[in-house]
């Protein structure tokens, strides 16, 4: 993709001078030039490649909103001075910052630049008549000389015969021929699928989207822009459009490994929904698992992982039911699920709201220290410890429903260890709060990506042209055929190989012995005479005999 001049050198100050004596520079236009000479060199897409790489790489040890709002917010909590660093930079959200924008923008234009000049200049070669014979064939690689009685044009077109598979051409009194032009193809193809993968990458960035959801056992989730915890639509997506599908989630269940040394990790998440893909629909049943994703509507949906909503029931001093339903908790880390959540009750039948901070114990044991920690991920023994507050939630303003603000509010002090059905007394008869049971919820992804076949295809295409360059070669022969002074036709096989392949002197030597049967079989005299005996062709030989090879 070089034009074999440095792209990288500065340009040299033109000595030219002008009306008042001084030297001129460049100017604006020469200045472009020689940045586009720079930005299109194959040397600057390879640096932007690698960039590209390394720009990935925060992607995927820190987690991503686009991915998981609840990682990055588990992340915020534990890194409370790191990550808002982190998140200046867009570390969080890497593949949609403006400085991994820029680098893949720049990567686009610098592989365009020069990959589409490349692909003009290939079909020329293509078009193109193979290259003159050169004048000296025995300074080639291969090249192989005998004797025959069949006149010049008898070999020639014996040559064109065994040349089956070579583009020729007649130069005189001799034939030219090339072949494996589908190896530079490949080369131009696989650049050219690069550049469409990009272009179905940024297309789908454009006009689709990414959405976040948390979905608890027996609740349903509408395609609306309010249903989602986080959504990312592209820059020209109409959220006000979007697919008219609902799911509900019927059931869900995780399986964990019991013993060995893998105890405690996952074996299978395994979700049962049903959907309608618009409200006119008929509804349908789907066995949502990782990598097995619900397609509706044109929409993805993948399971992404799971967690326990611990099920809450609390009263007022009245003893009045004010709040009942599962609150989502987020794990902490896999191995165990130890939780952590937030119950906020707004509504109490007074002035005051009442919050809870809990940490939910999915198989809880106690330690030789008398620690209470869970064991495993699966719920064993599922247990809550609350703390509580009374006062104002501050609901006013914007905050995460997975974190309480208690400024301003009196605490009420820690709960015993509640089991399924206990109940804790709020002192100050402030009320009671009931730990009743616990559901488990998914976590979803909502994807929108309508360049996904495209996106494939361009993969397929660049492997496709990979494949073609690493096994076609290139490569060129020529025949030539003049008639001695005895009479008799001296024929002239060159080779060139355009790569470092192994073989390619035998199958010039395989071409050679071919040429020279055919010309024995179409000879009328028995004493034709073939390649003269001698050593193996692929040993070089003094020019001064008759058989002469070069490597």
């Known amino acids: 993709m070089s034009t074999g001049k440095d792209d990288t050198a500065a340009p040299v100050a033109a000595t030219r001078e002008d009306n008042t004596g001084r030297p001129k520079g460049l100017g604006p236009t020469g200045w472009l030039r020689w940045a586009w000479r720079i930005l299109t060199s194959m040397r600057t897409a390879l640096i932007l490649l690698f960039l590209l790489a390394v720009g990935a790489i925060p992607g995927s040890f820190l987690p991503q909103n686009v991915v998981s709002v609840e990682e990055v917010n588990t992340y915020f909590r534990e890194h409370p001075e790191l990550a808002p660093w982190l998140d200046r930079f867009y570390l969080f959200d890497v593949f949609s910052s403006p400085w991994y924008a820029a680098i893949y923008l720049l990567l686009f234009v610098s592989l365009a630049g020069c990959v589409i000049p490349r692909a003009i200049t290939h079909a020329r070669a293509v078009r193109a008549r193979p290259v003159q014979t050169p004048r000296n064939l025995g300074r080639m690689p291969y090249a192989a000389r005998f004797t025959t009685d069949a006149d010049p044009e008898t070999v020639l077109d014996r040559a064109r015969g065994v040349l089956k598979g070579y583009r020729t051409e007649r130069y ?111 509804q349908a049943r789907h066995r949502l698992e990782v990598n097995h994703p619900l397609s509706v509507g044109g929409v993805q949906v993948y399971l992404l992982g799971h967690g ?180 008799r036709t001296t024929v002239e096989l060159a080779g060139l190989g355009k790569t470092e392949a192994a073989g390619d002197n035998a199958e010039f030597h395989e071409l050679t012995t071919e040429l020279a049967q055919r010309l024995r079989n179409a000879s009328e005299g028995p004493d034709a005479e073939g390649p003269e005996s001698g050593p193996d062709p692929h040993t070089p030989q003094d020019p001064s005999g008759s058989t002469t090879t070069r490597e």
Do not use: C
């Open 308 to 487: 326990y909503a611990p099920e809450f029931e609390v009263r007022n001093a009245d003893g009045e039911v004010v709040f009942d339903q599962p609150v989502p908790f987020i794990h902490r880390e896999t191995r165990s699920f130890t939780s952590d959540g937030v119950v906020k009750v707004p509504d109490t039948g007074d002035e005051e709201q009442l919050g809870f901070v809990g940490v939910f114990l999915p198989s809880a044991v106690e330690t030789e220290d008398g620690e209470l920690i869970s064991d495993f991920p699966g719920a064993r023994n599922p247990q809550v410890t609350l703390e509580g507050y009374r006062g104002d939630l501050g609901l006013v303003d914007p905050q995460s429903v997975y974190q309480l603000r208690t400024t301003g509010m009196e605490e009420l002090g820690s709960s015993p260890v509640l089991e399924m059905g206990d109940t804790w007394r709020l002192p100050d008869g402030a009320g009671s709060i009931t730990f009743s049971g616990y559901s488990e919820y998914v976590s979803l992804q909502v994807n929108r990506d309508g360049a996904r076949l495209p996106a494939l295809a361009a993969a397929s295409l660049a492997v496709l042209g990979l494949l073609v360059t690493l096994f076609v070669r290139p490569r060129r022969v020529w025949v030539r055929a003049v008639t001695g002074e005895d009479g």
């Open 172 to 282: 005189g009194d001799s034939v030219s021929a090339e072949t494996g032009y589908l190896r530079e193809a490949g080369n131009v193809l696989f650049h050219l699928a690069l550049l469409g993968l990009l272009l179905a990458l940024a297309a789908g960035a454009f006009f689709g989207y990414r959405g976040n959801l948390l979905l608890v056992e027996g609740d349903g989730f509408a395609n609306t822009l309010t249903s989602y915890d986080a959504i990312y639509p592209g820059h020209w997506t109409d959220t006000d459009d979007l697919e008219p599908f609902t799911v509900h989630l019927d059931d869900f269940e995780a399986s964990f490994i019991e013993d060995g040394d893998l105890r405690g990790q996952a074996e299978s998440y395994v979700a049962d929904l049903t959907y309608r893909e618009s409200p006119e629909d008929e």
